[in-house]
């Protein structure tokens, strides 16, 4: 086993040099956020996918977890290559998301694999399912829980709570903290799946705290919408 770590550590060592040269995991998955504005699930997905990556190469290193990140390695792949059922499930060989949920409990490794499950059972359609999975996942604070929220907020909307999609837009808007440019990016899409009342102010939060923003530019638009 310990051989087998070693071989999945290098295969990914040249990817976190270039990765960390680039400015880090907050950083990279930003990146993905402002260079797809559409923000599908596929690229929802393969953002968190290498953020995982890049984290369990550093558990391998500094935790004794090193068996269940060698596990998650192949489901990272599966997931990038949209394979949900093999990520989820596993293979012959290696151990699926869920699997390594349920045996890895507690651990760092057991969290990312909520989150990276919940995101493929999202791009199978099972939204209620892909509810259950991100919702394990514990709030960091970080950039990898915004995704959370924001994959929350796709999944609710699949099953027909807008509140409680709007409500998780929201949170993905002020996870890690509040900044110019993802912000009013996840305020427009809690705006949309608010009521009329709720929707003027997240616009108008928008409007007059994010002018630069993209979002800002057709924000009128919406506005009017809501009879603002």
Not at 139 to 154: E, I, N, R, V
């Amino acid at each position: 086993m310990a051989e087998k770590v070693k071989k999945k550590a290098k295969q990914v060592e040249a990817e976190i040099e270039e990765f960390e040269g680039s400015g880090g995991i907050a950083s990279r998955l930003e990146e993905f956020v402002l260079g797809n504005r559409t923000l599908s699930l596929s690229i929802l997905g393969g953002a968190v996918a290498i953020v995982l990556g890049i984290l369990g190469f550093r558990y391998i290193q500094q935790s004794q977890d090193g068996e269940a990140q060698t596990e998650m390695f192949q489901a990272i792949y599966y997931s990038q290559q949209d394979s949900t059922s093999l990520a989820l499930n596993g293979d012959q060989t290696n151990l699926g998301l869920l699997d390594i949920v349920s045996d890895y409990s507690g651990t760092s490794t057991a969290n990312q694999a909520a989150l990276l499950a919940g995101i493929n059972f999202l791009k199978e359609g099972d939204a209620g399912s892909a509810i259950e999975y991100l919702e394990k996942f514990a709030d960091d604070g970080s950039m990898l829980t915004m995704s959370k929220y924001a994959a929350l907020g796709f999944a609710y909307q699949e099953t027909g709570d807008q509140g409680a999609a709007a409500r998780s837009f929201e949170k993905a808007a002020n996870r890690p903290q509040t900044n110019k440019e993802t912000t009013p990016f996840w305020l427009l899409h809690a705006g949309q799946a608010y009521e009329a009342g709720k929707a003027l102010n997240l616009y108008q939060e928008i409007k007059q705290e994010y002018p630069l923003s993209f979002e800002a530019g057709t924000i009128d638009k919406y506005i009017g919408r809501v009879g603002g």
